[in-house]
């Protein structure tokens, strides 16, 4: 059974920073697309952020461009995000998602991956 595990989420003042963790058990996949989502209360879940594990590509949305780095540990199985310079409206739940086999990462919504974690709470204040 595949787990994503994510922590790493706070409170935090606008301007700091914060780094998400996300533990990948019983996943199989060498080759996949895994990616931090999003959402805030009232709104839809949004793509933050894919990796390829294939070939490291990265697709960050125009929003965190900038501000936000995806990275992974393939020893430790561990996906991370980096978040600096945080703001207000980066306020939401945050969810790593992940795909099955993939040689590419596929659009970032969330029909695209059939994996996903419980979420980790992340609260900026002005």
């Known amino acids: 059974e595949v787990q994503l595990v994510e922590s790493g989420g706070g409170s935090v003042q606008a301007g700091g920073s914060l780094r998400l963790s996300c533990a990948a058990s019983?996943?199989?996949?060498?080759?996949?697309?895994m990616a931090w989502f999003r959402q805030a209360p009232g709104k839809e879940r949004e793509g933050v952020v894919t990796?390829?594990?294939?070939?490291?590509?990265?697709y960050y949305a125009d929003s965190v461009k900038g501000r936000f780095t995806i990275s992974r540990d393939k020893a430790k199985n561990t996906l991370y995000l980096q978040m600096n310079n945080l703001k207000p409206e980066d306020t939401a739940m945050y969810y790593c998602?992940?795909?099955?086999?993939?040689?590419?990462?596929?659009?970032?919504?969330?029909?695209?991956?059939?994996?996903w974690g419980q979420g980790t709470q992340v609260t900026v204040s002005s």
């Open positions: 998602a992940a795909t099955g086999h993939r040689l590419s990462c596929p659009a970032m919504v969330t029909g695209s991956f059939t994996y």
């Open positions: 019983g996943y199989p996949y060498s080759r996949s697309c």
């Open positions: 990796i390829s594990t294939a070939n490291g590509d990265t």
